[in-house]
C-alpha cells in the first residue's frame, strides 16, 4: 500500500490566519482524498482530489474555505482560509481505491 | 450521500470475550465496506474489509458480515485482548460515486484484563 508523508504534523495558529497542509506520496494515485476529524469524532469527508480538475466538495464545505491543490499524482495541498477556532481539529489525507491509506495528521489548534 | 449508522458508541468487555460492533448504511449502491481501528493519537488502520458479493470474512479473530438485503455489517472479534482496545470505524463507498469513504460514528472498545 502507499506510504503518505503529512506536513506539518501539528501546528497553533492565530484566528484569522491561514494554514497550508500537505501530503506526498510515495507512488501515483489518482484521487486523493482530504477529511477532518474533530476531537473524539468520526471522520468526515472534505472534499476529492483528482489532478487535473477542480476538487470535489462535500456538503458543508467549501472551496474558498478549504482551497486544494493537486498539481501531480502525487502530492495535494488543503488550505484552511481564515481561520476561527472552530476549525481546530486533525485534518487526515488518504489514498486507494479500496482500503485506503492515512496520512499521519495535522493536529491544528486555532487560538 | 451516503449515510453509515453505528452501535454502540462505547463497548466494554471482559479480556477473553466476543465484541459485535454494528453498522447500517443507507445507499444501495455502496459496494465495499472496511473497518478501520483507531488508537488513541494515531491515524485510521485498516484491519479488514468486506466487499458486496461476500456475505462473510474472517482474519484471525477478526471477521465480518454484511447483510445486502438488510443493508447493515457487523465487525466480530473474539477473545478479547487489552491491545484490541481502541476506536473502531465502519464505513462505506461505491465505485460508482468516486471510492469516497463515508465513515460511522464510531465505537470506543475498552477490553478489561
Known amino acids: 500500500s502507499a506510504v503518505i508523508s503529512q506536513k506539518p504534523s501539528r501546528d497553533i495558529c492565530q484566528r484569522g490566519t491561514s494554514l497550508t497542509i500537505q501530503c506526498q506520496v510515495d507512488?501515483?494515485?489518482?484521487?486523493m482524498f482530504w477529511y477532518r476529524q474533530q476531537p473524539g469524532q468520526s471522520l468526515t469527508l472534505i472534499a476529492t482530489?483528482?489532478?487535473?480538475?477542480?476538487?470535489?466538495?462535500e456538503s458543508g464545505f467549501v472551496i474558498d474555505k478549504f482551497p486544494i491543490s493537486r498539481p501531480n499524482l502525487t502530492f495535494s495541498t488543503l488550505t484552511v482560509s481564515n481561520m476561527s477556532p472552530e476549525d481546530s481539529s486533525i485534518y487526515l489525507c488518504?489514498?486507494?481505491?479500496?482500503?485506503?491509506?492515512f496520512g499521519s495528521g495535522t493536529r491544528l489548534t486555532v487560538v | 450521500g451516503e449515510n453509515v449508522e453505528q452501535h454502540p458508541s462505547t463497548l466494554s468487555v471482559q479480556e477473553g470475550d466476543s465484541a459485535v460492533i454494528k453498522c447500517t448504511y443507507s445507499d444501495s449502491a455502496s459496494n465495499y465496506f472496511p473497518w478501520y481501528k483507531q488508537e488513541l493519537g494515531k491515524r485510521p488502520q485498516l484491519i479488514i474489509d468486506i466487499r458486496s458479493n461476500v456475505g462473510e470474512k474472517k482474519d484471525q479473530r477478526i471477521a465480518v458480515t454484511l447483510n445486502k438485503t438488510a443493508k447493515h455489517f457487523s465487525l466480530h472479534i473474539t477473545e478479547t485482548q487489552p491491545e484490541d482496545s481502541a476506536v473502531y470505524f465502519c464505513a462505506a463507498s461505491s465505485r460508482n460515486t468516486g471510492n469516497q469513504f463515508y465513515f460511522g460514528t464510531g465505537t470506543s472498545l475498552t477490553v478489561i484484563p
Open positions: 488518504s489514498v486507494g481505491v479500496e482500503g485506503y491509506t
Open positions: 482530489a483528482n489532478q487535473g480538475s477542480e476538487a470535489t466538495y
Open positions: 507512488s501515483q494515485v489518482t484521487m
